[in-house]
């Protein structure tokens, strides 16, 4: 119980069963499904899960399809919520990973809603980089310096939307 937000419970199940099929060591496609059970209630909540994945050396991996979004991209709680995975529809679009000694990255966008030519509604899509610098790094001591962009984009040219394309 709080003053600032209603309690709750998530109970249940969630799973993600995927096959992966490595045509060579680069590359590997994964297919699947993303499955929600909550505890006490009858409907299960399942999206699709296809990604391709491409890497190119042990530094860094490009993805299109759906977004590996473990630990929240490394977002602060009040900008990505920590149970994002369980109440919100799994993360799809582009992604960009990065990691080395002095340096790791996750850049991404995540398109949320695409649109034809004459939809009503806008299309909309997230982006944003998460990244660490390391300055120095001593045995058991680090200095580093972390960078967070972030931002949403709607609108569209070919939408009939009245509203205006708006990027923040």
């Known amino acids: 119980k709080s003053e600032y937000a ?16 490595y045509p060579d060591k680069k590359f590997r496609f994964e297919i699947g499904g993303q ?11 399942a999206y699709p899960w296809f990604a391709a994945v491409y890497r190119p050396d042990k530094h860094i991996t490009f993805r299109m399809g ?26 799809a679009g582009i992604q960009v990973k990065f990691k080395s000694q002095l340096l790791k990255a996750d850049m991404w966008i995540d398109w949320q809603e695409m649109i034809f030519k004459g939809d009503p509604f806008q299309e909309r899509f997230v982006f944003g980089t998460v990244a660490e610098f390391t300055l120095i790094k001593k045995s058991d001591k680090s200095l580093s310096v972390p960078l ?6 709607e609108g569209g040219e070919i939408d009939t939307n009245p509203n205006p394309a708006q990027t923040h």
């Open 6 to 21: 209603n309690g709750y419970t998530l109970t249940g199940a969630w799973i993600r069963p995927k096959l992966i099929y």
């Open 35 to 45: 499955v929600l059970k909550y505890n006490g209630r009858d409907e299960y909540i």
């Open 66 to 91: 759906s977004l590996n979004e473990d630990q929240n991209h490394r977002l602060a709680e009040p900008v990505m919520d920590i149970e994002h995975f369980m109440n919100g529809n799994p993360e």
């Open 148 to 153: 967070t962009f972030n931002g949403l984009h």
